[in-house]
């Protein structure tokens, strides 16, 4: 919760504050994300105007994860930047939109409580919109093999003989019957006469 006490209400009163708080839980997505109690950095810029406290800020935080390619674990320095209105509990009705029915619009809109605003949830929606949803090691990582999950990166030469899928069977089929004519193939004359 942040104190808007010192702004005041008068229409274009200005405060700047920087603040480190430590990150809360699930600050991310499956892949990357910030570590619970990690340091993120706030700087803000609380703006007083008619209906409310208009808070313009940047957050700064590392992030950890792995790379969805090769899955070697990565961190990052995130920066991001929000915008938010937070409104009077008691402002004038003329100065609130016109209610349109749409109890969504309605949950979007927060309120300060008496003189305090809670950033939790606009800091979250930032963050997590800011997040790269594919997050790579390095743009050219070649990820992992796809037949025996081998490290790409590791042996670059690696390769299998590729077999399209469709012939897969006749390939095992193949192989078999050519063990199979190894076994009963004919023996030459030259063997005859080396076993006796």
Known sequence: MFDTRELGRRPGALKRLSRSVPAPKDLGIEVIGVREGATVELDLRLESVMEGVLVTGTARAPLTGECVRCL???ERELEADFQEMYSY????????PADTG?????EDTFFLEGDLFDLEPVLRDAVVLALPLQPVCREDCPGLCAECGARLEDDPDHHHDAVDIRWAALQGLAEAT???EKDNAPRSRGDDSQEK
């Open 89 to 96: 509990p008691d402002a004038d009705d003329r100065s609130r």
């Open 72 to 74: 070697e674990p990565l």
């Open 102 to 106: 749409d109890d969504a619009e309605e």
């Open 178 to 180: 050519s063990d199979g």
